[in-house]
């Protein structure tokens, strides 16, 4: 029982937080299952047990596909390639500005899911192809996107990645290690609520005040063009 319950522990330090609950419930009540099989007398409470087990993995299941997608349902496939597309100028403005190689800066759009938490939209990335970071899951005000979220101001987060510029613990070992630098600007509504938020990132290391230097080109390029989108998706 130690050993699978130390096993248990090493899964979760590796998985999302909603993923990991679903092992510890795994592990926990099968322990509990597999003491009651043995006694026959016990046999109606191990069915009690393995029932309540299946449906909380359900819930938790279903808990982490909601967390785990931002729906662009409302744009075509036009629609997404001319938001990529000015998220790569956008990318590529910003890496001239910092001197930096384009192919190590990225681009992305973050919206707010169905459980009102932050994610990555994977129809909406410049350079960021099979990362995990797909699945990162921040609530307002935690992180560079989460701070411009709440805020309604542009953000700028410089590595290491601390106090409200950090994420939870378990989506913060899902950002890619080399990123030292990003900024995040938000797309405001008519009504003034953000709807989309533009993060341009890097992996060269730069100053603070040479990455904010690059903040108004970054909204002159996405500001007045994206709202429409957005207001779609």
């Not at 050993?3 to 990991?20: G, H, P, V």
């Not at 001239?96 to 939209?121: F, K, M, P, T, Y």
Request: charge should be neutral; include cysteine.
């Amino acid at each position: 029982m130690d050993q699978l319950l130390k096993l248990a522990s090493q899964l979760t330090k590796r998985l999302r937080s909603t993923q990991a609950a679903i092992v510890l419930v795994l592990v926990v009540l099968g322990l509990i299952a597999i003491q009651l099989a043995g006694v026959a007398s016990a046999f109606p409470y191990f069915l009690v047990v393995a029932g309540v087990a299946i449906v909380i993995v359900l819930i938790l299941l279903v808990l982490d596909r909601i967390d785990s997608s931002v729906s662009v349902k409302g744009l075509d496939e036009g629609d997404r390639a001319a938001v990529r597309a000015v998220l790569s100028a956008a990318r590529d403005e910003v890496a001239r500005i910092l001197g930096s190689d384009r192919a190590r800066c990225r681009g992305n759009i973050v919206a707010e899911n169905r459980l009102r938490r932050l994610q990555i939209s994977r129809d909406l990335m410049v350079n960021m192809d099979g990362v995990g970071e797909w699945q990162i899951s921040m609530r307002p005000g935690r992180g560079s996107a989460g701070v411009a979220w709440s805020t309604r101001q542009p953000h700028v987060a410089i590595h290491p990645f601390e106090g409200t510029d950090g994420l939870e613990p378990d989506q913060a070992r899902l950002v890619d290690p080399e990123v030292r630098w990003i900024i995040s600007v938000p797309i405001l509504a008519e009504d003034g609520k953000p709807t989309w938020i533009v993060n341009i990132d890097g992996k060269d290391a730069r100053g603070r005040e040479q990455v904010e230097a690059a903040v108004p080109t970054l909204q002159d390029r996405v500001c007045p063009v994206l709202p429409s989108f957005a207001a779609k998706a």
